[in-house]
Structure formats: structure tokens, C-alpha cells
């Protein structure tokens, strides 16, 4: 039994010249966990993914794949991790099989075994009787499918997922997601970044990431529960832009911000939404009506970087 | 090193070749093309050089002499002048680069001494012209002066005693028709397989860092060493099938002698093939677009190739500093090897310090080329 963490990060750290990618950040996944890495783009989740594979070298601090280091035994960290690009990177002009056998073979999959993991990553891509089709040829979702099973040919127990989803329709992201935990169901760790707030949901631990930092980690209902320090409240108006404007001033707002059609509003403790109702219609403000909510995850990520941004100016 | 991998990604190379109709071109295409071009379209041979006659005295004899020439197949009459200063004329506006100009007493004064004059003038704003025409001259001038000498033999029973035979007799060796083909066309194939090398692989890795596909490959245990002899192998393969191509093509259609064995041309050819690829793939791994790349393989290989392998401009008749950079010119030593080969059939120990320097080549190059690549984004 293998109970240390199947990733281990300490104070890494990733310059670009003056840049800062990734900044100490320090984390720890358990085996069998699907931990989802959630940020804007360039908050410097590819940066960690990369680093964590060996792509790219630490300017300062460690980290540890599998059990094995790596800025020391990069090749080792290698045989045990699957990694899924953000950019798709299988090659076009080979056909689904010659794909699949080609990645078989460079990582050595015992032969006995190829023609049934390969047969497993076909139905697992959903790409029965495509075998023979150019992959240049295939859509979105099916490339997307067919480069994890590329990327899990060989079993590795940490696999490593850069935007899987992006750019991929709805239905099939929803099917991604579900192969995913399929294999987490097998004991393989998951790390997978994405933008999307709502597949954080998916994860059983979510590590926000804004400006190269880790600003919070937890699982959906531990951020949930997240300190806001005040009561959130969702405003319906006819006029966004407006009414954010006036309710940025109002007294006993801490944050406002656009969601959808509606606005979030997070109220110091003390403050009713009525007040803040009352306060806009003084103001010549047609709004409501406002009702508490609890807040989603997008909520507390962006109360979580504005809060941040202002300790930092 | 692990062979399932090397195997795994020589595979794939061959498939990504077959399919692409650039490579493939570039494989196939290019050396014939080349082939026909710089084996056809470079020749310092000087044939059916314009010639204006100016026979003074327009005899039976004169006639014979001016005849010799056009037979020859080096010269051929433009102009039949009658005057000296038709003949600056006519060079003046390039109807001849060469005159014959046969005196008035040409027969006469043959019959009664058994040797005489004639005088060709030519155009020597082309020296290099000039130089090869006036020694065809001198050529087609002793033949025809032996005609003479055995007639004057047959007819007074003894050979006049400053005979018009006297010619003078340069024999050349191992080129012996002193046809410029049999020296070019070697030098021909080893800048088509230097080309079509560099160009070949120099795509390879740039193909993977432009589609993406490198990152990855990067991010499998395969390691730089693998992916280098597992992308070089079908291209040295290839590269040996086009070599074979071109060197059927010096023997057979262009008829070069060949005198050496085709054991130490295999081996040999091999060697530049490896020294050439991994050029082009050393390119591949420093610079991350195909189009950069092929294009920097194309000058590094092409112009100094051209220049300094010796292939059309002789290198002992360079200045020193030049020739001393020649020696940097891989290609020279597979010209050289070539044409030792070819025509004085020389052996592999004959041409040691050649082979030697192509070994130093390859063995240089592969070191760098496996440490280039490296297994990191950044």
C-alpha cells in the first residue's frame, strides 16, 4: 500500500525572465484523486503541469511524480505519467490505430498486451470501426477522447490533463469528464486544469490558481463553505452596467459583480438587501427583486482574487 | 536505448514520409531532377565553337583543312570571309569567337618544304573558351597535318626531313577523352545526396515542434538518442535508395567509367549519407519551423557545397585562406572519394585520409545531434 501523495510541490517555481509563471506554490494530491487545477488563462496552470511532467525545469523549489523527483529522474517521473497537451498533439496524418500502436511503442507496452489496451482505447474513445480513419479527419471530441487513451496506454498511475475540454461541445466534455472518473475509479490520480468553472464541480479537489499563486484548495463544498466575510445576494435589474456602478458605492458592499443577467452582490454582515434596494431607488435605480444565495464556486474564486488583487496592489 | 521505441518511431517517420507529398518529392523527385540538370546543364566542354574561315588561297588542300575542322565536331563555320578586317568584324559582332586564316602560298609552299602555316586568331574576352578552343585547334591541326605527312610519304618515298607529322603528343590520364562529364558528374551526385539529405531531415523534428506533436513526445520515456536514430533511419534508407539512384544514372546514362568496387562505394556512400543526415537534423532540432529550417539546410549545404567541394572549380587552384575552409566543406571528400572511385578505381586505404575525415564527420556530427535535443520545453 502506497499512502504518500501521488504529487508532491514545494515552493515551486517558474521564472520566465522577469515573469513569474509559478509562483511558490505548494501542493499535495493523495492517490486516486481527481484534482482539478482552476484559473484564468495565464494564471500558470500549464506552466505546473508542464513542470510536473519534466517539460520544463524549475527555476526554484521541488516537486515529486509518483515518488520520484522531478529535477533529478525526470525519465522515471516519464514512465509513470500520462499527458495530455493543451494544443491536441497526436499526429494527424497517421490513422487512429497507427496512433495508438505508435505510443504503445514508445511506451512499451508489453506486445501481449497491445491489441487489448489498444481495443480498450478505441471503445473507450468511442472510435469503433474508425480505426482506420486519419486522425486529422476526426472531430473535436473524438481527437480529445482518442489522445487520452494515447496518453493511458501504459497504466500510468498520475495522469496529467492540460485543458482537455477546451474547445470541445458540451455532450462530449460531459462524457470526458466521465472517463475521467472512470479511471480515478481505478486508482489513477487526475490532475486536469481547465477555465470552465462549472467542470470544477467534477473534481474532488480544486486548486485555485491566479497569477502563477495558489489562492485557495479544497474540495467544491470546503470552498463553498469558504469565509466570504459577508452574505452573498443576487440582484436582478434591467440596467447591469449601471446599477454595478451604483452598487460598487452603495454602504455595506464588499464586492458586486456581473453574473449572467443578474448581479452578485456580497454584503457585509449588518447589511439587509433591502437597504441596498433602498439605497439604489434613492439613487434613481430601478432593481430588484434581491434574495441571499449560497455562493458557487466562480463566486468565491472571484471574491478570493479581488481580494487577493487588493492585498497586492 | 530501447529497439521497440527506435522501431516505434522509425515506423511512424515512414508512414509521416509516405504521406507527405513534400518529403516525398523531395525523395523522389528531386535527385532525378537534379540529376538531369546539373548532369546535363554543367558541362565545361566547349562544342561546335563559331568559326569563320578566311581562306586566302581557296585550293584543293585548304579545302581539306577547313573540312577537318567542321568534321571535327568542335568547330562549326559561320562565316567564309575574304578579308583581314572581315575577320575583326565578324568577332565584333559575335559571329565567330574563333578565325582560321589560311595564307595565299598554304599549298604551295607545303608541297615544296613539306610544312606550312596556317593562323587562328581567336576572341580572348573568354579565356576559359579560348584557352579549350586553341587547343582543340591545335588538335584538329596536327590530324590534319598527319594526313599530309603520310601523303608526302607515300609520294617521294622518304619522310621530309622537318616532317609536318610532328605533333605534339600530350596523353591524358584517367580522363582520357578529357570529357568534363566524367569529372562532374561524381561531384553531381554527391551534391544531390548532400541536397536531398539535408532537406529531408531537416524537417523532421521542425515538423513536430510546428504541429505540436513534440510536446507530447517529449512528455514518454523516449529518449534523444532513440528518437534520433529512430527518425534518421528511414531517411538514410531512402537517402542510400537515392544514391543508388544517381550512381546507376553516372555509370549507365551518363557513362562514367566506373573502375573501383561497388563495396567501397556502398561504404563509403553510407558514411556521407550519415554525415549528411545528421546535418540536417542537427538543423532540425536548433531551429523549430520547417520552413526555417529547410531553408537554412538549403544555404549551409548548397552554396558552400557548390563553391569549395571541388566539384566544378578545381580547390589546388584556389588561394590558400579558401582552400583552408574547403576542408570544412564535407562534401569534398565524398567528390573526391567519388572520383578516385570512378575513374582510378583507387581502394579504401588509398583514399584513408578522404574516408578518415567523412568518419570524423559523422562520429562529430551524430554526438552533437543527440545532445541538442533536449527533452525540456524551455
Known amino acids: 500500500m502506497n499512502a504518500a501523495p ?15 509563471a509559478v509562483d511558490h506554490l505548494d501542493l499535495s494530491i493523495a492517490k486516486g484523486e481527481v484534482a482539478g487545477f482552476i484559473g484564468p488563462n495565464g494564471a500558470g496552470k500549464s506552466t505546473t503541469i508542464r ?10 523549489g521541488s516537486a515529486s511524480v509518483a515518488g520520484y523527483d522531478i529535477v533529478r529522474q525526470p525519465d522515471i517521473v516519464r514512465l509513470h505519467i500520462g499527458y495530455m497537451s493543451q494544443k491536441f498533439s497526436l499526429y494527424g496524418d497517421l490513422t487512429v490505430h497507427e496512433n495508438l500502436r505508435f505510443f504503445a511503442g514508445i511506451y512499451q507496452v508489453p506486445r501481449k498486451q497491445i491489441p487489448e489496451r489498444i481495443a480498450f482505447a478505441v471503445s473507450m474513445a468511442g472510435l469503433e470501426g474508425r480505426e482506420g480513419a486519419l486522425v486529422r479527419t476526426l472531430a473535436g471530441g473524438w481527437k480529445q477522447r482518442l489522445a487520452l487513451g494515447c496518453a493511458i496506454l501504459h497504466r500510468p498511475p498520475v495522469l496529467f490533463l492540460d485543458e482537455p475540454t477546451s474547445g470541445v461541445e458540451p455532450e462530449a466534455r460531459r462524457r470526458f469528464w466521465d472517463l475521467i472518473h472512470t479511471l480515478a475509479a481505478d486508482g489513477v490520480t487526475v490532475l486536469v486544469s481547465t477555465h470552465y468553472m462549472d467542470e470544477a464541480e467534477y473534481c474532488n479537489r480544486i486548486a485555485l490558481i491566479d497569477a502563477g499563486k495558489l489562492i485557495a484548495i479544497g474540495s467544491p463544498g470546503e470552498l463553498r463553505r469558504h469565509d466570504l466575510g459577508g ?33 452578485h452582490v456580497l454584503l457585509r454582515a449588518g447589511t439587509s438587501g433591502e437597504a441596498l434596494l433602498a439605497y439604489l431607488a434613492a439613487q434613481g435605480m430601478e432593481a430588484g427583486p434581491i434574495r441571499a444565495i449560497v455562493p458557487s464556486l466562480e463566486d468565491v474564486f472571484v471574491q478570493l482574487v479581488s481580494r487577493r488583487q487588493e492585498a497586492s496592489p | 536505448m530501447n529497439l521497440r521505441r527506435i522501431l516505434a518511431i522509425a515506423y511512424k517517420e515512414t508512414l509521416q514520409v509516405w504521406r507527405d507529398p513534400r518529403s516525398l518529392a523531395i525523395a523522389l523527385l528531386m535527385p532525378l531532377m537534379q540529376m538531369v540538370l546539373l548532369g546535363y546543364g554543367i558541362s565545361l566542354d566547349i562544342k561546335h565553337v563559331p568559326l569563320c574561315i578566311y581562306d586566302q588561297e581557296n585550293s584543293q588542300t585548304s579545302r581539306e583543312m577547313v573540312q577537318d575542322f567542321t568534321a ?41 618544304t613539306g610544312q606550312a602555316e596556317v593562323q587562328a586568331i581567336f576572341d580572348g574576352t573568354d579565356a576559359n573558351t579560348t584557352n579549350i578552343a586553341s587547343g582543340y585547334a591545335q588538335g584538329v591541326i596536327a590530324q590534319t597535318a598527319a594526313t599530309f605527312a603520310s601523303r608526302w610519304d607515300a609520294q617521294h618515298g622518304v619522310r621530309p626531313p622537318t616532317a609536318g607529322s610532328i605533333g605534339l603528343q600530350s596523353r591524358v590520364w584517367f580522363n582520357e577523352t578529357l570529357d568534363s562529364r566524367n569529372f562532374i558528374i561524381p561531384g553531381v551526385v554527391a551534391i544531390i545526396l548532400a541536397l536531398v539529405g539535408a532537406q529531408l531531415t531537416s524537417l523532421t523534428v521542425a515538423r513536430e515542434w ?18 534520433m536514430i529512430g527518425k534518421l ?11 543508388a539512384f544517381c550512381l546507376l544514372a553516372a555509370a549507365f546514362w551518363f557513362e562514367v567509367p566506373f573502375r573501383g568496387s561497388v563495396f567501397t562505394l556502398i561504404l563509403t556512400t553510407a558514411l556521407f549519407g550519415v554525415v549528411v543526415m545528421g546535418i540536417g537534423y542537427l538543423l532540425s532540432v536548433r531551429i523549430h519551423n520547417q520552413l526555417g529550417a529547410s531553408q537554412i539546410a538549403l544555404m549551409v549545404t548548397m552554396l558552400p557545397i557548390a563553391m569549395l567541394s571541388g566539384y566544378t572549380f ?43 575525415a567523412l568518419l570524423l564527420y559523422a ?4 554526438w552533437l545531434a543527440a545532445r541538442a535535443f533536449r527533452k525540456r520545453l524551455d
Open chain 1, 231 to 263: 452574505q452573498l445576494f443576487e440582484l436582478e435589474c434591467p440596467t447591469l452596467g449601471a446599477t454595478l456602478a451604483a452598487t460598487r458605492q452603495a454602504p455595506g458592499v464588499i464586492e458586486a459583480a456581473i453574473f449572467a443577467d443578474k448581479l
Open chain 1, 51 to 60: 513542470l510536473l511532467c519534466g517539460l520544463l525545469r524549475p527555476t526554484s
Open chain 2, 210 to 227: 510546428e504541429r505540436g506533436t513534440m510536446e507530447q513526445l517529449i512528455s514518454t520515456p523516449v529518449t534523444s538518442t532513440e528518437l
Open chain 2, 72 to 112: 571535327s565536331g568542335w568547330f562549326r563555320t559561320t562565316a567564309i570571309l575574304n578579308s583581314d578586317h572581315g575577320v575583326r568584324a565578324a568577332m565584333d559582332d559575335g559571329t565567330c569567337i574563333g578565325a582560321l586564316v589560311i595564307p595565299v602560298s598554304f599549298s604551295r609552299v607545303l608541297a615544296q
Open chain 1, 6 to 20: 501521488a504529487v508532491i510541490a514545494q515552493g515551486l517555481t517558474k521564472k520566465f525572465g522577469a515573469f513569474t
Open chain 2, 363 to 366: 562520429v562529430a556530427v551524430l
Open chain 2, 314 to 356: 578545381p580547390l589546388d587552384q584556389m588561394p590558400a585562406s579558401i582552400r583552408a575552409i574547403s576542408l570544412l566543406v564535407y562534401a569534398r571528400y565524398y567528390v573526391t572519394i567519388l572520383r578516385d572511385e570512378f575513374l582510378k578505381g583507387s581502394s579504401l586505404t588509398e583514399m584513408a585520409s578522404s574516408v578518415a
Open chain 2, 233 to 243: 533511419s528511414p531517411y538514410f534508407v531512402i537517402g542510400l535508395l537515392d544514391a
